[in-house]
Every structure is written in structure tokens, then in C-alpha cells.
């Protein structure tokens, strides 16, 4: 997220990504409307409704959302996400939520499974992909495949500040790619969106060095 962008806004994005994992959309996107009441063009804000809107069947709001997103930058490294999602269409809530539930109850392969069926197969949407790759890497043989998938995700947004912890937390959990998580950690550290989840996990990973 790009240092201009205020407080309130970051903390109304913050809350729009919790909501999101709560499953709880319309909550998530209540907080996205406050968000762009007071920057309109924030490209975070844009991507984020537009890809909870397709993952609900609302096309309208999702295209709406995609047209300013891509006035404001025809490049911009989220309009692919909106693609997807726009793409992959409604998601079952009733499929999500039992997805998390079995992630939140340990049952990482049987979420895992839940997942992929919502995701008819394909890769997962960039508004649930930190989630499904959280999962993923806590199964047997998923560490892999989630480090690159969250790699990927951090390349194609870079001002995600949630993929970038998610990722960061990652390459903690292993020996040759510490280093770089604790580095990375003590950048999110210094951005007030980040700050207080990036120190909490960088004092681990520091220990484990």
C-alpha cells in the first residue's frame, strides 16, 4: 500500500480483509464503500470490492469497480485478479464457509479439498488465495506449491500488504529462506498497515535464527 494513503483508509481496508474471512461480504464491503468515499481511485479498495463482489454473482458492482480500477491504470497488477474472478463467478458461501471451518478445526487437507472444488479446479481468486495457501502449506507435500503461489500473488501486487505478510510468515517456517522472511518482516514492520503483525511474527522467526 502506497505510503500516501491515509490512516483511516488503511484501517477500513484491514477491516474489509477481516471481514472477508469471517465470511461475512456484506460486511466487507460496507467497509470498502467508507474506504472509497474518501479515496475514490485507491486501487486496493477497487480490486478488493470488485473481486468480493464477482465472488457474490454481482457483476454489475464488480465491472463498475473494474472500469475505474483500469481508468486509474490499464497496467495495474490487480485487474487480472478482477479478471479471474469475474471469470470463476459466484463462490457457495455455504462451500466457503465449511472450507475454513475445516481449516479452523485442523483438518487442513479436507479444507484444502473443499477449496479446490470451489475453485472448480483452478487456481484460487486473489481475494482467497492468502487463506487457501495458509491452508495448503500446513498440509503434507503443500509447502511448495503455497510458497510459489504466494510468490506469485506478491509479484502480480505488490501493495498487497496482507499477501506480503502471509508470504513473509511463509518463508519463516523454514531454515534457508529466514533470512529473507526476517528482512521482509522488518519492512512490513515500518508500515502502519502491517506494523504491529510484522513485529509479532518477525520476534519468532529471529529466535529460530
Not at 71 to 89: C, F, M, N, S
Amino acid at each position: 500500500m502506497a505510503a500516501s494513503v491515509s490512516p483511516a483508509v488503511q484501517a477500513l481496508l484491514a477491516q474489509a480483509r477481516f471481514w472477508q474471512a469471517q465470511n461475512q461480504p456484506e460486511q466487507a464491503l460496507k467497509s470498502l464503500a467508507r474506504a472509497l468515499e474518501a479515496d475514490p481511485s485507491n486501487p486496493d479498495a477497487l480490486a478488493l470490492q470488485a473481486i468480493i463482489a464477482a465472488e457474490r454473482g454481482d457483476r454489475r458492482t464488480a465491472g463498475s469497480a473494474l472500469t475505474t480500477l483500469r481508468g486509474r491504470d490499464p497496467q495495474d497488477g490487480r485487474i487480472g485478479a478482477v479478471e479471474q474472478a469475474l471469470k470463476l463467478g459466484a463462490i457457495d458461501p455455504a462451500g466457503l464457509a465449511e472450507a475454513r471451518r475445516l481449516a479452523a478445526e485442523g483438518r487442513g487437507p479436507a479444507s484444502v479439498a473443499r477449496y479446490q472444488r470451489l475453485f472448480r479446479g483452478g487456481p484460487p481468486p486473489d481475494g482467497l488465495a492468502v487463506e487457501y495457501y495458509q491452508t495448503l502449506a500446513g498440509t503434507e507435500g503443500g509447502y511448495e506449491p503455497a510458497r510459489e503461489g504466494l510468490a506469485g500473488l506478491v509479484a502480480r501486487a505488490p501493495q498487497d500488504r496482507h499477501a506480503a505478510l502471509a508470504y513473509a510468515e511463509l518463508l519463516s517456517y523454514r531454515d534457508a529462506t529466514r533470512p529473507q522472511a526476517i528482512t521482509r518482516l522488518a519492512g512490513l514492520a515500518a508500515d502502519p498497515a502491517t506494523a504491529e503483525a510484522a513485529t509479532r511474527a518477525r520476534r519468532p522467526a529471529q529466535l529460530w535464527l
